[in-house]
């Protein structure tokens, strides 16, 4: 029988995003090699730039307002995006926190 794993979140240490001030990252797991399950945060007007990763990535908004692809999305919107597909610009709304799935390496960003 296999154990379960459970991880309290509520007093976990978020970590700072040097590359994308305004962001902070809490990492759940990692379901694959290089892969990861975590929650992020953007404060309001934080941008990340243009983007692809080259595996699949699963985003579902928790709280607050984010704008993706010239379009605004807000708490309860989920989306895929496959590997290699450029996506972007994500810009804070509003504070927001995002889950995310990356079934692999982070990937590139743009300048």
Known sequence: MTNQTFVQTLDAPWLDLSQFPGTAILPLATPV????????????????PFHTHPCDEYVYVLSGEIETGNKNYSAGTFWITPANTRQGKHKAITDVELLTVRLGRMGEFEA
């Open 33 to 48: 090699a290089d892969g990861s399950i975590h929650r992020l945060r953007m404060k309001v007007g934080t941008v990340i």
